[in-house]
């Protein structure tokens, strides 16, 4: 069973970079075809795919939060982070690491983390 767990500063302030970890347990983010994905859901508003970091290591980003977004990983944890700078209270939502299985579904989902953008 694979399970994912998003942890970080709940309250970040405008202009800074938001920083969130999520590790996996139960299987190896280097396993075989799967894609580590973070995903967001601001208030009143529907899910928001933000971008991805692959078995290989590769990286792709929603066009619209490219120039602010970067997916690392630390493969000795098994943790994967997204870092979005320049924040907004635009980007407050809930955030939610998920596991997809190369299909462009998620099968696995973190409980996800509130994060708030105010001074």
């Known amino acids: 069973q694979v399970q994912l767990q998003e942890s970080g500063p709940g309250l970040v302030k405008p202009s800074q970079t938001l920083s969130l970890t999520c590790t996996v347990s139960?299987?190896?983010?280097?396993?075989?075809?799967?894609?580590w994905t973070w995903i967001r859901q601001p208030p009143g508003k529907g899910l928001e795919w933000i971008g991805y970091i692959a078995y290989s290591g590769s990286t792709y980003y929603s066009p619209s939060l490219k120039s602010r977004t970067s997916i690392s990983r630390d493969t000795s944890k098994n943790q994967f982070t997204l870092q979005l700078s320049s924040v907004t209270p635009e980007d407050t939502a809930v955030y939610y690491c998920?596991?997809?299985?190369?299909?462009?579904?998620?099968?696995?989902w973190g409980q996800g983390t509130q994060v708030t953008v105010s001074s």
């Open positions: 998920a596991r997809d299985p190369n299909g462009g579904w998620v099968d696995y």
């Open positions: 139960g299987g190896s983010i280097t396993t075989n075809y799967y894609y």
